[in-house]
């Protein structure tokens, strides 16, 4: 079993829509938490931490569940410029803490 | 205008040669960090550095090597020893080491190495 673990998806939706991708991790003694987003042949950008105490930033909520060690990340009223690939990030359970990256789920807005 | 520079952005080797990537950074973050990322995959950490003239393994460091002589450079060398080196590779760098709460890493735009 991986690390941590996102469905790559692909998901489809239309314009408009609300998404939400989950992430899970395997250990219990993880730090922090992140979600980047990719875009095609493109490098990560920060989306946001992850606060235990769940987070919003416009359209973007982020939220975890320390108890069942997961996050989450809900998209409302997609757009377009959505279209990428976000990855799952946590800290701190490996040595010296490093980061462990999910392999990422891919969204797609249509018109 | 900070921030992290990579260059090459293509790179093209034949098989046998070694190749180093540049990653230099502006931002005076202590901890830089270079990443792999194979086609559908997610990143995979070869080598990161907490402070100056240290550096420690990462998951994958076979058939690669690193320098950090000064605070902004992380040069990344990827020797012939490497068996499949042809794929997308990342730096970034953090405020703080990984552990701590400053940890958050902001990434280069990345070099595509190919081996012909």
């Known amino acids: 079993r991986k690390e941590v673990e996102q469905d790559p998806g692909p998901f489809n939706v239309p314009e408009g829509a609300t998404v939400a991708f989950n992430c899970t991790y395997s250990n219990s003694a993880s730090q922090s938490f992140f979600w980047y987003r990719q875009d095609c042949r493109k490098e990560p950008k920060l989306l946001m931490s992850?606060?235990?105490s769940g987070n919003e930033d416009g359209r973007f909520t982020a939220q975890l569940n320390r108890a069942s060690q997961y996050i989450s990340l809900l998209i409302r009223d997609s757009k377009l410029s959505d279209s990428a690939t976000y990855l799952c990030v946590v800290n701190g359970h490996t040595n010296a803490g490093k980061s462990t990256f999910g392999d990422g789920t891919t969204l797609t807005v249509k018109p | 205008d900070g921030g992290i520079t990579q260059s090459p952005k293509y790179l093209f080797r034949k098989e046998g040669q070694n190749v180093t990537l540049s990653c230099e950074q502006n931002l005076n973050h202590d901890a830089m960090y270079w990443y792999r990322q194979d086609p559908g995959q997610g990143l995979r950490l070869i080598y990161y550095s907490q402070i100056v003239n240290d550096f420690q393994k990462g998951d994958i460091a076979e058939g690669y090597s690193v320098s950090r002589e000064k605070k902004e450079s992380f040069p990344l060398t990827v020797t012939s020893a490497q068996k499949n080196p042809t794929a997308f590779y990342l730096c970034?760098?953090?405020?703080?080491?990984?552990?701590?709460?400053?940890?958050?890493?902001?990434f280069g735009p990345g070099t595509r190495l190919t081996v012909l």
């Open positions: 970034a760098s953090s405020i703080g080491p990984p552990s701590g709460g400053l940890n958050t890493q902001y």
């Open positions: 992850v606060y235990s």
